[in-house]
């Protein structure tokens, strides 16, 4: 059987007045039925692009350039217009980050979730879209008296809420949740986390949650891709990866991580500041930056290499 | 004690803006209760970190303790002397020596203006030497913050730089008079996991350069952990626990903290999480809970906690609390 999801070479470019910017470049991986994949990295690496990809949804003018992204077997990137809509929402969907900018604030809660119903189910009637919704608020532990209620009138926590709603409501098999937790405060982050994994273990989600908090990635993940500069650098299962990260970005980007059980093994700085993309470094676009860098790290770029169950782009594992 | 900042009482209202007709319709005026009659004082030389979720009135303390807004009520006292009750010439006394980092270096810098005359902008206002002298000083300042070197920094302007070179700009801008106090309200929040630790290392080594004395504002534990070494939790414009850093973190006693702490995801994939995650969410500061406010999401309120609010008590750590029944 197919991997539920394969991403083959894909190249994303954005096209900026100081020249093409691939901001992903020639990434690969595949993942299987109710799996979660952690994408770390920081700003600007490529992690958002990568998801939004995925749904073909690549804000200008940003394209992509050439790969391959299969769901189920079926290639995404050349499927009609038409088609692509059908699988938005039902087949693949995605959970933004900014929930008052991603909810229209003149519709009521209920009718952003009767709309969805309605345009991929254009013969379903309206008490059974109000019905569909009250059952789905329960799940997501919304008061149902709250439905008629407008955007503002709900809470940052209960708006991520309604976006993990309607990211669901019609059952896809994978979901994208695009730093769904950032703009929210710990606490109530922690509770859209448990909803999260609730959620996910009831209904077999396939996810892949694009994050910057390596605490969330420890928390949620089976795997995690590491990314850096438009790439993949390391990827693999997350007991690995946290054990023994073998790409110095990777151990880099954990050990600045900060723990709240052990600051004093925390936030350790990266030397340097991420590439401009527009004018990469040569060879590996981490050299730079990297306490190991040697001979070839500025003059090859590194290809993934297996590792164990691994892949790791980095010269010393040539 | 050599505290360098006390605070009394301090409390901060502001009116709700409501419409005309609501203003004609209800005589009541209904007030934000930001901060409520907190008191706390700062060592001299320490980093006193001001933890909280938003809402929990921590910005807003931020920026009495600098008399950028005035208060409701209370007193905050700089070095003995009453900073509410200063002449005009005392108060630009005290701007040089107490000076703001702010959170969003992108806003808090002049797109038009470039880095260099940023910087040097509070020379120029307090007329600190000759003109050459504090050109001069400002490329020093550049030096010390790591934009370096300073001379190719010095004509940029702030979308030229990334956003922690931004962030050093705002850093750089505030030490340039080299002030006893800085207030830093969230200063790495909107930076970068590997480039957060640089930016607090800086802040640091300045410390110790010009024997510093920090409020530090931020909603992240993490961080504080990392940064502070006394640290005020509060919620709902109140300090609910307040005590030296090792023992908020290692025995949290409200069980507010407790909550907060729990709720951090750890990076680490074999910590047992043990999750004590309060009900719903913060309420709203206009209308604040009765008695102990944390009590109606608390999960060991019992009677006394809606009837009576509970005061900060003090054990022989110099850890205080403000719980009725906090964990021992």
């Known amino acids: 059987m197919p991997p539920l999801l394969s991403v083959q070479e894909l190249v994303v470019q954005y096209s900026t007045l100081r020249g093409e910017v691939k901001a992903v470049n020639d990434v690969s991986f595949s993942l299987e039925t109710a799996a979660t994949l952690g994408l770390v990295g920081e700003s600007a690496c490529g992690k958002s692009t990568l998801g939004f990809s995925i749904l073909r949804i690549v804000p200008p003018p940003g394209r992509i350039l050439g790969g391959k992204i299969e769901l189920q077997g079926v290639d995404l990137i050349n499927l009609p217009l038409e088609e692509m809509r059908r699988i938005r929402g039902s087949q693949v969907s995605m959970i933004f980050q900014d929930p008052m900018t991603s909810l229209n604030p003149l519709l009521r809660i209920r009718d952003h979730f009767i709309e969805l119903f309605q345009t991929h189910e254009p013969s379903i009637k309206k008490e059974e879209a109000v019905a569909r919704t009250v059952r789905l608020f329960d799940a997501l532990g919304i008061a149902e008296d709250r439905i008629g209620d407008y955007p503002h009138q709900f809470s940052g926590g209960m708006r991520q809420r309604v976006m993990i709603g309607l990211a669901l409501a019609l059952e896809p098999r994978l979901v994208i949740a695009d730093e769904p937790t950032t703009s929210l405060d710990v606490i109530v982050e922690a509770q859209v986390l448990e909803l999260l994994k609730l959620l996910r273990e009831k209904r077999r989600l396939t996810l892949i949650l694009i994050t910057h908090n390596i605490g969330i990635v420890a928390e949620m993940t089976d795997l995690v891709a590491v990314m850096y500069a438009g790439q993949i650098v390391e990827i693999g299962p997350t007991g690995d990866i946290f054990e023994d990260p073998l790409h110095p970005y990777t151990k880099g980007l954990l050990e600045s991580a900060p723990n709240v059980l052990h600051p004093e093994q925390s936030m350790r700085p990266i030397p340097g500041i991420p590439p401009d993309l527009a004018s990469p470094p040569t060879g590996c676009k981490f050299h730079p930056r990297c306490p190991r860098a040697f001979k070839p790290c500025p003059l090859r770029e590194p290809t993934p290499m297996a590792q164990g169950r691994r892949l790791v782009a980095c010269h010393l594992y040539d | ?328």
């Open chain 2, 1 to 328: 004690m050599s505290s360098l900042v006390e605070v009394n009482g301090l409390t901060k209202y502001f009116p709700v803006q409501k419409s005309s007709l609501e203003a004609v319709l209800s005589r009541k005026r209904e007030f934000v209760r930001a901060v409520d009659a907190i008191s706390f004082a700062i060592e001299r030389g320490g980093i006193f970190g001001l933890v909280g979720e938003s809402g929990s009135g921590k910005t807003t303390t931020g920026r009495l303790l600098l008399r950028l807004i005035e208060p409701t009520s209370g007193e905050i006292r700089f070095h003995g002397d009453n900073i509410g009750e200063f002449s005009p010439q005392s108060l630009r006394q005290f701007r040089r020596r107490a000076q703001m980092i702010f959170q969003d270096p992108t806003a808090a810098l002049s797109p038009r203006m470039r880095i260099g005359p940023a910087i040097k902008h509070g020379l120029d206002i307090h007329q600190v030497g000759s003109d050459p002298e504090r050109k001069k000083e400002t490329l020093r300042m550049f030096e010390r913050v790591g934009l370096s070197p300073a001379e190719a920094f010095y004509d940029k302007y702030p979308h030229q730089l990334s956003g922690g070179q931004r962030q050093r700009v705002v850093i750089g801008r505030a030490m340039i008079l080299e002030p006893e106090f800085v207030v830093a309200d969230e200063p790495v929040a909107m930076v970068d996991v590997s480039i957060r630790a640089q930016i607090l290392d800086l802040m640091l080594s300045l410390k110790k350069e010009l024997g510093l004395t920090y409020a530090f504002i931020t909603h992240d534990l993490a961080t504080a952990n990392y940064f502070c070494d006394r640290i005020a939790i509060m919620y709902l414009g109140k300090i609910v626990e307040v005590g030296p850093r090792e023992d908020v973190f290692k025995s949290p006693r409200h069980p507010y903290t407790v909550a907060l702490m729990s709720s951090i995801p750890v990076p680490d994939p074999k910590h047992k999480l043990q999750r004590l995650i309060p009900r719903g969410e913060i309420p709203s500061p206009i209308n604040p809970p009765s008695g102990c406010r944390f009590h109606p999401r608390c999960l060991h309120a019992q009677a006394v906690c809606s009837q009576r609010e509970p005061q900060l008590e003090e054990d022989a750590l110099g850890h205080q609390v403000a719980c009725f029944f906090p964990r021992v």
